[in-house]
């Protein structure tokens, strides 16, 4: 007996995939041959889809800029495409079946992490579920820098797992702080502009008064002036009228 799988092709070109099968018997007496045929397209189809969208995820998690991490219900990584171990410096053999947290958390985070995993792999709940949160990570240099972080739950062998997405920040927030730099730089431009022109109207003002002040003191010279000439035209005047009223008096005493 045997079996065997083939390919087989109808009259109208439809192709299928059979799995042939003998055995040997007598029939009537005589040695024959039972061949039975199976139609296992349907099974190789559902194979053949499964091949696809395997390759079709490691094309994806291998081209991704993003850093694409899958773990386990132990925090253990089953998956860390390139571009986790360009962003973070591990590489895939450093990382896989190990705790995610213990190489890309910061120590500060460490108790945190735990407690949240302790409370997701239970209940599939978490504060990072379903959720984009930006944190501090660990690059394997040392050096601390920013991140955005997705994470998807999903259940594989009754175990919860996580699909994490990770994207370094650094150049946006680099980005973003010279832009509120120039933000406040403009601001405080705007506040000396401003300043200078209260400043140049208070100037203006004080030279505005000044020259009132200016005017009303050479009016009230003038003024000053025009009482001193009347005072010594009146004082004339008394002078003449004097001088008149002797001039009188003495013709009358002659």
């Known amino acids: 007996s045997f079996s065997k799988g083939w390919r087989h092709q109808f009259k109208n070109g ?15 007496g005589k040695e024959s ?10 099974g190789a189809e559902h194979k053949n889809m499964a091949k696809q969208s395997e390759e079709k995820f490691r094309l994806i998690t291998s081209h991704a800029r993003d850093a694409i991490i899958l773990m ?4 253990c990584v ?13 590489t895939h053999e450093e990382v896989i079946g190990n705790d995610l947290h213990s190489f890309i958390m910061p120590l500060r985070y460490g108790e945190k992490m735990k407690r949240g995993f302790s409370h ?26 920013p991140i955005s972080i997705s994470v998807t739950a999903f259940k594989l062998n009754s175990e919860w797992n996580t699909a994490t997405t ?3 920040i650094s ?11 120039s933000e406040e730089k403009e601001k405080r431009v705007d506040q000396l502009t401003l300043a200078y022109k209260a400043l140049t109207f208070q100037n203006e003002e004080k030279e505005k008064r000044a020259d009132e002040l200016a005017l009303a003191n050479a009016e009230l010279a003038f ?24 001039e009188k008096q003495k013709r009358g005493d002659e």
Do not use: C
Not at 33 to 42: E, L
Not at 78 to 90: D, Q, R, S
């Open 72 to 75: 386990d219900e132990k925090g």
């Open 166 to 168: 990770i994207r370094d």
């Open 120 to 145: 997701f792999i239970k209940s599939g709940q978490g504060r990072l579920i379903g959720n984009v949160i930006e944190i501090e990570a660990l690059h394997k240099s040392g050096h601390e820098f």
């Open 14 to 28: 439809q192709v299928i995939d059979v799995e042939i099968s003998s055995q040997e018997l007598y029939y009537e």
């Open 223 to 246: 003024q000053n002036k025009e009482k001193q000439k009347r005072a010594d035209e009146l004082t004339l005047a008394n002078t003449e009228l004097d001088f008149q009223n002797k």
């Open 171 to 181: 150049e946006q927030k680099t980005a973003q702080q010279k832009l509120l730099q």
């Open 33 to 42: 041959v039972m061949v039975v045929a199976n139609d296992i397209t349907s």
């Open 78 to 90: 089953t998956l860390w495409n390139p571009a986790a171990e360009k962003i973070f410096g591990f």
